[in-house]
């Protein structure tokens, strides 16, 4: 089979260059008074990030990329929306499934990252026939945390790093899959919640299918709920989890601060809007849009993949 590598060579640095190159003048003028120090860290991470954002560009054209409406019937634009009872009933369905295949296992982040990248790959390897081989390293901290509170994880598009900003139990192998999705060159937030639940849910590993799971309800009680998190609460009190699962779900919108509520709805509405301005749908693509996607392909007598790849 084809195979191609993108180098990522920044995410394999011992610190965020983007960071690094941000932060390092105004550390040195804190801590020494002094600008010089600062400005020739910054002039030098500058460097090692833009080598390595050349590389990885030069590999990426290569690739053969995903035609989603031509391989699933959907996309962006393409997209059938779910009624509210194939919604609800698609809550009930899911909370089954997760209870009857509920997997206690914990996976390190490192090892966890490995795993969801191998299958990451397979699959989209087995719609383009190419392998395109990425980094599995994650950050634990980046100044993205500080400038998107309401996020879980970030992925520098341009140098492949990627940051997990929190522990989210059985939907991190989702959110680590999602940002590894941005990592191999998919820009857009429904084709990375897209691909992360078709590679996760296809695998045989039912650590991985029980988070694709989770992440699909999970979108799915966004929307049933909206913006109200005791509406949420309320749903998944009312889904019939079994304590641990319930208590992952609650964990995922815990009570903001005041402060950090109004830092998240600035920041919510700015990214929606950059989100509109590239071609995407806004903040709705990643549970509106992820699930209309799904339903979508499920029904698409156009779609190339097998629709079973869809189910619950």
């Not at 002094?34 to 590999?59: C, E, F, I, N």
């Not at 071609?279 to 549970?287: E, K, V």
């Not at 209309?292 to 698409?300: E, G, K, Q, V």
Request: charged share 25%; hydrophobic share 45%.
């Amino acid at each position: 089979m084809d195979e191609i590598r993108i180098p990522n060579d920044a995410t394999y640095s011992p610190v965020s260059l983007t960071d690094l190159a941000v932060a390092a003048p105004l550390a040195a003028r804190v801590l020494l008074g002094a600008t010089l120090p600062g400005r020739m860290v910054q002039v030098a991470a500058l460097g090692l990030y833009a080598g390595s954002v050349a590389k990885d560009w030069t590999a990426r054209q290569g690739m053969r990329r995903i035609d989603f409406l031509a391989e699933y019937g959907s996309d962006v634009e393409r997209l059938d929306a779910q009624p509210l009872a194939a919604r609800r009933d698609e809550i009930a369905r899911l909370g089954q499934l997760l209870n009857e295949g509920y997997v206690a296992e914990r996976v390190p982040r490192p090892e966890l990252a490995e795993r969801v990248n191998r299958v990451l790959t397979d699959y989209i390897a087995s719609v383009t026939g190419q392998r395109v081989e990425t980094s599995s390293q994650i950050r634990n901290v980046t100044l993205a945390s500080l400038v998107f509170p309401f996020a879980m994880g970030a992925c520098d598009m341009l140098s492949g790093d990627v940051a997990i900003f929190r522990d989210t139990g059985i939907f991190e192998a989702h959110i680590i899959t999602h940002e590894f999705v941005h990592r191999k060159g998919y820009w857009k937030e429904l084709h990375a919640q897209a691909l992360a639940y078709l590679a996760l849910r296809n695998s045989d590993d039912p650590l991985l299918i029980q988070a694709a799971r989770a992440e699909r309800m999970h979108r799915q009680l966004r929307v049933v709920a909206g913006e109200d998190p005791e509406a949420f609460g309320e749903a998944v009190d009312h889904a019939g989890l079994r304590d641990e699962l319930r208590d992952a779900f609650h964990a995922l919108r815990p009570d903001p601060g005041a402060i950090q509520s109004f830092v998240s709805d600035g920041m919510k509405q700015v990214y929606d809007m950059r989100l509109k301005l590239t071609g995407q749908n806004g903040l709705s693509d990643y549970d509106e849009g992820f699930t209309n996607f799904l339903f979508t392909f499920a029904a698409s007598p156009q779609a190339r993949q097998p629709r079973m790849q869809a189910r619950l």
